[in-house]
């Protein structure tokens, strides 16, 4: 079998450059170990940047999600037992969309299917190879025989925990990591929303999050030791901490039910340098994660899809290879704000168990600027709403 490209990975990255390729005629394949309803069963991110709904429509995905999705022109601070909106909209002109990761992912899908693009599901033993040399394939086995794919290029959009990046020699890349002191517990209901946006809440006993899915479903989580077990957290353990870390007006007006999911999640700042071996391509959480504090995971991995997509469509439409050559680069440098930026919203909002009275107050003397400077809440508005491609 020959193709272009071969996309190694279904998720949103994966999708959304298979996608992208396909309607720019270059042709492409993509390849997942697990199957389609597995990836539809996780549930992870939910805001998305003006990048990235832009991204969707130029994919052709985006009709459900202008109509189901929620966007949001603020969030607020809560600290000291009130709230500080930061007003996205009036401070940088932009806004975020809140539209769940599954159902984006669901939209990718139908779309590729739509116009019949091909994705092998539930292949074992993938491995990219040949990628320092002019003919890079990709091997796998499914249904007991094992495959191979020709190509020019390879892309790793396989996550964290995929086959590309461990692929390169250890010798020509380098990876940067900070693991954090704790983690999010998170449930998920179908319970509406204490507040129609977001609450990123710093309290003593620790940081919180008022997130949601829609205007029926709730995504609540709070700060937790790294050891902690989700077995120990009933439905209303939860609600009952997260009253305690919210303002009272917040606490009074959650409306409980029952969790349909919960889990936690460890916190990690990682990059891999460079994001580019040959004619192999790290994409999205193959090559970096951030802490889910500034919701920025997803969206970086659009960014990167961005700059591979105007990289291959100057290799095949326009005979240039300037900006396939550059995309390391390019990627990087946005990858990197990003990383600092989601470091520091968690190091701003997260109680440290090393950090003392001097944490604290670093936090509050910061809080206090963010609420009183307008060229301070503007660089976070920027951040948040995403920067530039
Ligand atoms: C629990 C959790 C909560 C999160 N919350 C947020 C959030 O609130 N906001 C935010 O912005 N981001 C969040 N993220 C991050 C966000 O979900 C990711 O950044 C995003 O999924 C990255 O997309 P991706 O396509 O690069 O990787 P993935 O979504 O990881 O997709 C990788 C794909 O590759 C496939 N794959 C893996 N290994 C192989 C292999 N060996 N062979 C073939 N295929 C393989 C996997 O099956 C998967 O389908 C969260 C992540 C997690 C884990």
Redo the contacts with the bound molecule.
């Keep these: 079998m020959r193709t272009q490209v071969v996309i ?8 959304l450059l298979g996608c992208l390729l396909s309607n720019a005629g270059i042709d492409n394949i993509i ?4 199957g389609k309803d ?2 539809l069963g ?6 998305l940047e003006e990048g990235t709904v832009d991204l969707l429509r130029q994919a052709g995905a985006d009709e459900r999600m202008h109509l189901e999705g929620l966007p949001h022109d603020g969030f607020s601070l809560a600290f000291d037992n009130r709230d500080h909106r930061i007003d996205l909209f009036a401070l940088t002109g932009k806004r975020v969309m809140v539209y769940g ?1 599954t159902e984006l992912t669901r939209d990718l899908m139908a779309r590729r299917e739509a116009i019949g693009g091909t994705t092998i599901y539930e ?1 074992s033993d ?1 491995s990219p190879q040949g990628f320092d040399s002019a003919a890079p394939f990709v091997t ?1 086995r499914k249904d007991g025989i094992t495959r191979r794919i020709d190509c020019d290029f390879i892309a790793g ?7 590309s990046r461990k692929a390169v020699p250890e010798k020509s890349i380098a990876t940067f990591e900070r693991t954090y002191p704790f983690g999010w517990l ?1 449930i998920l209901a179908d319970v509406p929303p204490v507040s129609h946006e977001l609450i990123y809440a710093n309290h003593p006993r620790g940081f919180a999050l008022c ?1 949601m899915r829609s205007q029926t479903r709730s995504r609540y989580y709070i700060q937790c030791p790294l050891d902690e077990k989700v077995e120990n957290w009933s439905d209303d353990r939860f609600y009952d901490e997260l009253r305690l870390r919210l303002p009272a007006a917040h606490a009074q007006a959650l409306v409980t039910g029952p969790s349909f999911e919960k ?1 936690i ?1 460890p916190l990690r700042s990682f990059v891999a340098e460079p994001m580019r071996f040959g004619s192999l391509f790290l ?4 090559a970096h ?2 802490p ?1 504090t500034g ?7 659009a960014s990167d899809v961005h700059y591979l997509f105007e990289g291959l469509r100057g290799h095949y439409l326009d005979r240039s290879q300037a900006a396939l050559d550059r995309y390391s680069e390019r990627a990087l440098r946005r990858v990197w704000k990003s990383v600092r930026f989601s470091w520091s919203m968690t190091t701003l909002m997260h109680r440290f168990p090393d950090g003392g009275e001097f944490g604290q107050k670093i936090q509050e003397a910061e809080l206090d600027y963010l609420t009183h400077s307008e060229a301070a809440a503007t660089s976070l508005a920027e951040n948040y709403v995403g920067l530039p491609y």
Excluded: E
């Design positions: 190694i990975g279904s998720g949103p990255s994966g999708l390849i997942d170990r697990v597995y990836i996780r549930v992870r991110a939910g805001v990761q292949a993938v796998y959009c396989d996550g964290y925990h995929g086959v998170g997130s889990s999640a994409v999205g959480d193959a994660i951030v889910p919701a920025k995971g997803l969206n970086l991995a």
